[in-house]
């Protein structure tokens, strides 16, 4: 059986949904901003596309761009 979410519940699913399209919506050519958020963490993290991790003999991982 399924049951509605309550008011906190609701508001919860409707902040995430809201979240969700903000940060994966298009750039505003308005605003200027040539790289998204998601774009520029990565930038500001080393990461790369062509990346791969790699495992260490004596037992760990390593990034390597």
Do not use: C
């Not at 903000?22 to 040539?34: C, R, S």
């Not at 998204?36 to 760990?60: F, I, M, P, Y």
Request: hydrophobic letters at 45%; glycine letters at 10%; zero cysteines.
């Amino acid at each position: 059986m399924h049951r509605s979410p309550n008011a906190d519940e609701a508001a919860a699913i409707a902040a995430a949904v809201a979240r969700f399209e903000a940060d994966t919506a298009p750039l505003d050519a308005a605003t200027g901003k040539a790289v998204g958020r998601w774009q520029r963490a990565a930038l500001v993290e080393g990461v790369g596309a062509k990346g791969t991790v790699q495992q260490h003999l004596e037992g760990g991982v390593q990034w390597q761009s």
